[in-house]
């Protein structure tokens, strides 16, 4: 075909564009580490800096949000918490022989805590390690006004994504007061901002995301950030705090995965968007060769039908 050059050249043009937008996506976290964003959570060793907070740039609403890894942090185990049946119980009844998995969220969250629960769940199906028998998860609301049926809706929801109901007993959703909260929360090094919400009675909450894996003393073993977790870090941080053995530091420096914009009370996805614009633009670009080619196909047939009409 006698295109056949150029529709090459095309598509190696369409591959360096996507090329392209992958690298931005993988590089965009190190170019805005300067700004609470980050990239999906694969654990990353950090030897010395373990704590990480928006810098002087970031939105004023965002100096109070970041992850300070207290490894070794014995929890406080004698706060009480309300479950999802709306009994009141002590952080002590669910340690002691087994280790934990401590989610800080919210239940009203717009984005981010449905991501790192999706995230928590989906990785849980890939670990031969079972949810009540080997080890515990504690989900805690970081919002005093939710409730029990809020915590319940969720527990039912995760418990149904699952797809193992039968591990009902090791899965506990949580509220609190604010001063059980607060405790907990500064116990984690899990720092957030409460904002309230132009218009509205509810209240939103500007927070980084990561999940904790807790020895069966209670003490905090491992840091995992981000919203996705691998299976097999889990696995083996799950193993390792069973035996009451403290991880090492993770990067912190890529801790979120999404960008809280306060000017419109959300949480933007910033590399999805980065893979969208680079899907865009190879669309049209390779639309436009598509239309220009076809537009040259038929003005030159049109061209030889002519040439054959006057030549006849």
């Known amino acids: 075909m006698q295109y056949t050059g150029t529709i090459r050249k095309i598509w190696r043009s369409a591959a360096v564009t996507m090329a392209g937008a992958l690298a931005l996506c993988l590089i965009a976290p190190s170019l805005l580490a300067q700004s609470p964003m980050g990239s999906y959570g694969a654990k990353g060793m950090a030897p010395e800096a373990t704590q990480m907070g928006p810098t002087n740039d970031a939105p004023s609403v965002l ?52 991501e790192e629960l999706d995230g928590l769940t989906s990785a849980l199906k890939m670990v031969s390690f079972v ?38 007993n090791g899965w506990h959703f949580m509220t609190g007061t604010q001063a059980n909260i607060d405790a907990l929360t500064k116990a984690v090094g899990f720092r957030y901002v409460k904002l ?30 981000g919203v996705e977790y691998s299976p097999k870090d889990m696995l083996l941080g799950l193993n390792e705090a069973s035996s009451n053995r403290i991880g090492s530091p993770v990067d912190n420096i890529l801790t979120y995965c999404y960008h809280y914009n ?15 614009m ?12 598509m239309f220009a080619m076809l537009r040259r196909d038929a003005q030159q047939a049109k061209l030889t039908a002519t040439e054959k009409k006057v030549n006849g």
């Open 63 to 114: 100096k109070g949000v970041g992850i300070d890894q207290h490894l070794n942090q014995q929890l406080p185990l004698n706060l009480t918490f309300t479950d999802d049946a709306g009994k009141q119980v002590q952080l002590a009844s669910y340690f002691g022989k087994k280790p934990a998995i401590l989610a800080l969220v919210y239940y009203r969250c717009p984005m981010l805590c449905s």
């Open 131 to 168: 949810p009540g028998k080997d080890f515990n998860i504690l989900v805690v609301s970081i919002d005093p006004s939710e409730g029990t049926d809020l915590a319940a809706a969720k527990k039912k929801y995760y418990l149904k994504m699952y797809g193992h109901p039968q591990t009902a």
């Open 196 to 225: 309230s919400v132009p218009g509205s009675s509810l209240t939103q909450y500007a927070h980084a995301s990561a999940i904790q894996i807790v020895t069966p003393q209670g003490k905090l073993a491992q840091y995992y950030m």
């Open 262 to 276: 306060p000017q419109t009370n959300t949480h933007d996805l910033v590399i999805s968007r980065v893979l969208q």
């Open 278 to 289: 680079g899907g865009a633009l190879t669309i049209l670009l390779l639309g436009g060769f």
